[in-house]
């Protein structure tokens, strides 16, 4: 009888344990999503090689944290329209209609362009100290001032586009590991780069948290991988044979950077 007891008790149990994971896996599980991708080179996938041929000038890579997220997840369906040089505004104009009220995942980056990360990476490369600082300083007082607008309209637009779909925001990486023995930008250069590129993040995180959307914060991840760093470079330094890749992800920045924390915030 007692023994009959226990079994019926085990058999509880592992039912309730049943239960339990049952109600712990996600409402959408990852493979019935319907994935669209958007935003600027950071989400396309510029530096990491491989692009495909239907992307052109927008330089979509198979190796980017999305197309990566739809290899390993093997989502319902998949489409991303990231674009290199994107702003806010061609997010709006060409890149929100490929969401629909099907839409249930949706990953941005966007934002560094409409600040100017380019033209100061430039001016901070050929003009020297002085003028980095400044430009970074220009730039800042644009983040600050233009930059909340400017991310809530894209959001209203994914929303209104995409009702029930779940977004996640995806940041960008602080570019240098500082303390460390660096040649090429002076040691302030390098610190204001970085504050700079953290208060984007930061004003980033807090639009999109108004917005009620999830932000990815690869910050941390690309610790001990940026440049100046001891550690693998998930970053590509200044390359005047190929301008375009310079201070955008490697391949091996979004695969150990950017997709896991995308993974993970996507649910």
């Known amino acids: 009888m007692r023994r009959s007891r226990l079994i019926t008790l085990a058999v509880s149990v592992a039912a309730s344990l049943g239960a339990t994971l049952t109600l712990a896996v996600p409402a959408q599980a990852s493979a019935s999503d319907h994935y669209v991708a958007l935003g600027d080179s950071y989400a396309s996938g510029v530096g990491a090689d491989n692009y495909t041929a239907e992307s052109g ?39 929100i209609s490929a969401l629909s009220s099907s839409t249930t995942l949706v990953s941005i980056t966007i934002g560094g362009n409409d600040v100017g990360f380019s033209t100061i990476m430039s001016t901070c490369v050929l003009q020297g100290e002085s003028q980095c600082v400044a430009a970074v300083a220009t730039a800042e007082t644009k983040a600050r001032t233009e930059l909340p607008g400017k991310l809530a309209n894209v959001y209203k637009g994914i929303k ?94 979004q695969s150990g950077g950017y997709y896991p924390v995308f993974r993970s915030a996507a649910g």
């Open 160 to 253: 209104a586009k995409a009702p029930s779909a779940r977004v996640v925001v995806v940041g960008y990486p602080v570019f240098y590991q500082l303390g460390t023995p660096c040649a090429g930008l002076s040691a302030t250069s390098r610190t204001r780069l970085n504050a700079g590129i953290n208060l984007v993040d930061d004003i980033i995180r807090t639009a999109a948290t108004s917005a009620g959307f999830t932000f990815a914060d690869v910050r941390s991840a690309f610790v001990g991988h940026q440049l100046c760093s001891y550690g693998e470079k998930w970053m590509h330094a200044l390359n005047v044979l190929n301008i375009g890749v310079s201070y955008h992800p490697t391949a091996a920045g």
């Open 57 to 95: 000038a927008c330089k979509r890579s198979t190796n980017a944290y999305s197309a990566l997220y739809n290899t390993k997840i093997k989502p319902a369906s998949y489409k991303s329209v990231a674009c290199s040089g994107a702003v806010t505004t061609d997010v709006i104009n060409n890149q």
